[in-house]
């Protein structure tokens, strides 16, 4: 018991000791705790020639590069799986593939020019529609239906004399036909050579019907809704 005075105040104060300092580790450094060992990083540790380098991720033999490339190879898989589970769940709950077999597409045709031929998808296959100029309407109500293979006429084809709305699948075996070309300048199939006139009817080659006509309805003079059902 040590007496002890502060600012005119006397205090007895007890020490308790707590032992002296014992050295520890390698080197002999004290440490204030005794029983507590100093690690020894051992050479067999460390990298080889850990000496010579002066970058502490260099010096060690155990690096974090693994864990962070594993860490992120998971993230990747994580989400790439997670974007199909919303894709598969996005197709569940939308609408079933026979509601988009039937869907009804509108197309405005004053956006095909005359002379031109535009292609459009429509229940998966390619739709054409054409603008046709007066001499190619001419050529094709001026047809012999006598000569022709599949005969229908032009009026029963076109609904409006200037377009023609057709499917672009060639009746051979479902090649896509080019526009604009062949004897007749109707369309073209290069796979095995059929002719179609500028009504898509078949004149020359292996195909035996005409390109089918979907069923279409003109709400204007320059707006048309193809596929609707009844």
């Known amino acids: 018991m040590d007496a002890v005075k502060v600012a005119g105040v006397r205090y007895n104060v007890s020490w308790k000791s707590h032992g002296p300092f014992v050295p520890t580790g390698e080197t002999g450094v004290p440490s204030l705790h005794g029983d507590i060992q100093k690690p020894e990083f051992l050479d067999h540790e460390r990298k080889p020639n850990w000496k ?18 594993m860490m992120g190879a998971g993230a990747g898989i994580s989400l790439y799986l997670a974007k199909y589970t919303l894709y598969g769940l996005a197709l569940m709950l939308g609408p079933g593939r026979d509601k ?10 004053a956006t095909i020019p005359e002379g031109k031929n535009a292609v459009f998808m429509w229940r998966g296959k390619p739709l054409f529609i054409r603008h046709r100029t007066s ?16 005969p229908q006429t032009d009026s029963e084809r076109c609904l409006n004399e200037k377009y023609l709305i057709c499917l672009g699948v060639c009746t051979h075996l479902g090649c896509v036909p080019i526009a604009h070309a062949g004897s007749w300048k109707g369309y073209y199939c290069p796979c095995h050579g059929s002719h179609y006139d500028t009504s898509a009817r078949i004149m020359k080659g292996p195909a035996p019907l005409n390109l089918e006509i979907p069923k ?6 320059s707006l048309v809704v193809i596929g609707k059902e009844d």
């Open 100 to 109: 988009y077999a039937a869907a009804a597409i509108e197309v405005d045709l």
């Open 216 to 221: 279409h309805e003109y709400l204007t003079d």
């Open 52 to 69: 010579d380098r002066t970058d502490p991720a260099a010096r060690h033999a155990y690096s974090n590069n693994t864990s962070y490339i």
């Open 135 to 150: 001499e190619e309407i001419t050529a094709a109500q001026g047809c012999d239906l006598a000569a022709l293979r599949d």
